[in-house]
């Protein structure tokens, strides 16, 4: 299993660019979610996914768009890129596990991306 | 609205010290709590987990118990290691499978 997969590791955009960050995983897991890591505030969820075909959004969703079209992918699309986006952004998958139904998420390596 | 709220860093130790780092959460209900760990230039991967009040999530020398009564998910390891030094995050699950992570407390050891 390669897990929870992101492409690319790096990107630099300029104001007002757009482009996608992809997203995979091999483990047939129902939940998908995009979170930014910002130094001292944590992971904010940005949009989410249940199933295929059913998205929502997150704590931070502007200026962000997804689709979950497969099981497998959740890209994340960025519309007009601005300088607040300059961020880390990790994809994660989940699955209810045990009795309990406790949902831990299975995390990629990340995407850093700097906006100019 | 639920929260984590967790130390501030960063937390300097040297070898074979004993590790605390706090975390308190507020939620409507119980739900399950998480420690997960990020190493440099990684993604988070998850370290404990504890689904019920008075359960000890345990995992490479590191324990956290969940405990209703201080609404508290401490993080301990007795002996820290070099290769422990990362940032650590606790996170508590807000409806279903959304989870809502604290700041993260970044972790130095020093040999």
């Known amino acids: 299993n390669a897990g929870v997969t992101q492409t690319p590791k790096f990107q630099v955009l300029k104001t007002g660019q757009s482009m996608t960050l992809q997203c995979a995983q091999d483990?047939?897991?129902?939940?998908m979610s995009w979170y930014r890591q910002d130094p001292g505030m944590g992971l904010r969820l940005i949009h989410y996914?249940?199933?295929?075909?059913?998205?929502d959004q997150g704590e931070v969703p502007n200026g962000y768009n997804v689709s979950r079209s497969t099981t497998e992918d959740f890209p994340l699309r960025l519309l007009s890129a601005a300088p607040s986006q300059t961020s880390v952004y990790f994809c994660?998958?989940?699955?209810?596990?045990?009795?309990?139904?406790?949902?831990?998420?299975?995390f990629g390596p990340g995407t850093r991306l700097t906006v100019t | 609205g639920d929260s984590v709220t967790q130390m501030e860093g960063p937390v300097t130790l040297s070898e074979e010290a004993f590790l605390t780092i706090n975390c308190t959460y507020t939620?409507?209900?119980?739900?399950?709590l998480f420690w997960y760990v990020q190493y440099p230039g990684e993604g988070l991967q998850l370290l404990l987990k504890?689904?019920?009040?008075?359960d000890k999530g345990s995992n490479k020398g590191f324990e956290a118990t969940y405990r209703k009564e201080t609404t508290s998910f401490h993080l301990e390891k007795g002996s820290v290691q070099v290769s422990d030094s990362a940032v650590y995050f606790c996170?508590?699950?807000?409806?279903?499978?959304?989870?809502?992570f604290g700041a993260g407390t970044r972790l130095f050891v020093k040999a």
């Open positions: 994660a998958s989940s699955y209810a596990s045990g009795s309990a139904s406790s949902y831990e998420q299975y």
């Open positions: 483990m047939n897991h129902e939940y």
């Open positions: 996914s249940v199933g295929a075909g059913i998205t």
């Open positions: 939620a409507t209900g119980y739900p399950s």
């Open positions: 504890a689904t019920k009040a008075d």
């Open positions: 996170a508590g699950e807000t409806g279903g499978f959304k989870t809502i």
